[in-house]
Nanobody, 122 residues
């Protein structure tokens, strides 16, 4: 059974940092690109960042470039999202998802986690 379990969310003040983790099981982790997505209240889900399966190529939404860093540890079947200089508009439920293949575009995800809530206070 495929499982993606996010953790690390919480309440943080603007300007602060958080590191999200996504622990994966039930599939061959390094065959999949992994993405972080978020959904703010009343808004559609949006892509935040994606990392390829093999060469660690990455992509970021313009809104988080320079503030967020995605990384993966294939030995631990875990992907991370280091978030810095957080803003109130970063408040959302953050989801990790995986797509079979090496591309860091994360265009069509195969499996999703249940999400972790990040709240940034002003």
């Amino acid at each position: 059974e495929v499982q993606l379990v996010e953790s690390g969310g919480g309440l943080v003040q603007a300007g602060g940092s958080l590191r999200l983790s996504c622990a994966a099981s039930g599939f061959t982790f390094d065959d999949y690109a992994i993405g972080w997505f978020r959904q703010a209240p009343g808004k559609e889900r949006e892509g935040v960042s994606c990392i390829g399966s093999r060469d660690d190529s990455t992509n970021y939404a313009d809104s988080v470039k320079g503030r967020f860093t995605i990384s993966r540890d294939n030995a631990k079947n875990t992907v991370y999202l280091q978030m810095s200089s957080l803003k109130p508009e970063d408040t959302a439920v953050y989801y990790c998802a995986v797509e079979r293949g090496s591309s860091p575009l994360c265009a069509a995800m195969d499996y999703w986690g249940k999400g972790t809530l990040v709240t940034v206070s002003s």
